[in-house]
């Protein structure tokens, strides 16, 4: 058995530059394992650079990102995947001519750590996914049918059905009525403790990050202004003024 505390992605002064500016600059946070790790800060702050950066969808151009101890920056997204760092973008870009079973079996095929698993196993994986999200009932409709919410449901069950250990996951409640986003933080919650995943988790509606986070990372301007319990960041005057004071 892992240690409860074990810490399972870093990151340590994690830089990146677009041009002559840092979306990122000297970015560091632990993410331990079994955790959900909120990230918050005002538009353009940098959290979808720090989650591409630890993904390997862009290289930094400095710093470094450990998995498990082990260095990954500089690694493609599929090696990534394959180490077991799921991925939920902020944009869905499913494949909207195949139906939601096809979409998330795609995904276990390919994505993750079971790398070169038969057709059927990734269909098997597929179905037990969606059973988990209550989404079984749709498994056969086309994705182009789906509300925009449901398609990020899917992006989450294709991250899933990778069986990863981290997910990383970038707005997923935007738009919701207050009963969706009840629904959609249980399902985040028994992710984390049913499927045992580690989540860092990119949201703009605090009331969804602030009740289910157990510590919160707040980036403003490419840069950590607070890391600390929920409560903590809610309290503090830097991120009060940067960001939650706005309204
Ligand atoms: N591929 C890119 N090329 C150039 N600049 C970029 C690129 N991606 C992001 N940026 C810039 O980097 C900064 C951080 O952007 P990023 O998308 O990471 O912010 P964010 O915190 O995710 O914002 P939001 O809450 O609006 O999604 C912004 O100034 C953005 O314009
Ligand atoms: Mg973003």
Redesign the pocket.
């Known amino acids: 058995m892992s240690q409860p505390s074990e810490v399972i992605l870093e990151g340590e002064r994690v830089t990146k530059y677009?041009?002559g500016?840092a979306?990122l600059k000297d970015v560091s946070f632990q993410v331990t394992r079994g955790e959900i790790l909120g990230l918050i800060?005002?538009?353009?702050?940098?959290?979808?650079?720090?989650l591409?950066v630890v993904n390997g969808v862009?290289p930094p151009s400095g710093g470094t990102v450990r998995l498990r101890g082990r260095t990954i920056t500089g690694l493609r997204p599929h090696a990534v995947a394959r180490l077991g760092v799921a991925r939920v973008s902020?944009s869905p870009r499913p494949f909207t001519s195949m139906t939601v079973l096809e979409n998330v079996a795609v995904g276990a095929l390919f994505g993750g750590q079971d790398r070169g698993s038969k057709a059927s196993t990734a269909l098997e994986q597929a179905e037990s996914t969606l059973r988990f999200m209550g989404l079984h009932d749709k498994r056969h409709l086309p994705v182009r049918s789906l509300t925009l919410q449901e398609k990020k449901m899917i992006e989450l069950a294709r991250a899933l059905a990778t069986r990863p250990e981290v997910t990383l996951i970038?707005?997923v409640m935007s738009g919701l009525n207050p009963a969706e986003i009840e629904e959609s933080m249980r399902l985040i919650r028994r992710v984390r403790d049913e499927l045992k995943v580690t989540i860092v988790w990119?949201e703009?509606v605090m009331r969804a990050i602030m009740g289910t986070a157990e510590r919160v990372m707040v980036?403003n301007y490419?840069q950590v202004i607070a890391m600390g319990t929920p409560d903590e960041v809610a309290r503090d005057q830097a991120v009060i003024d940067a960001y939650l004071g706005r309204g």
């Open positions: 677009f041009g500016s979306a800060g005002p538009n353009g702050a940098g959290k979808t650079t720090l591409n862009l902020q970038d707005e990119v703009h980036l490419g």
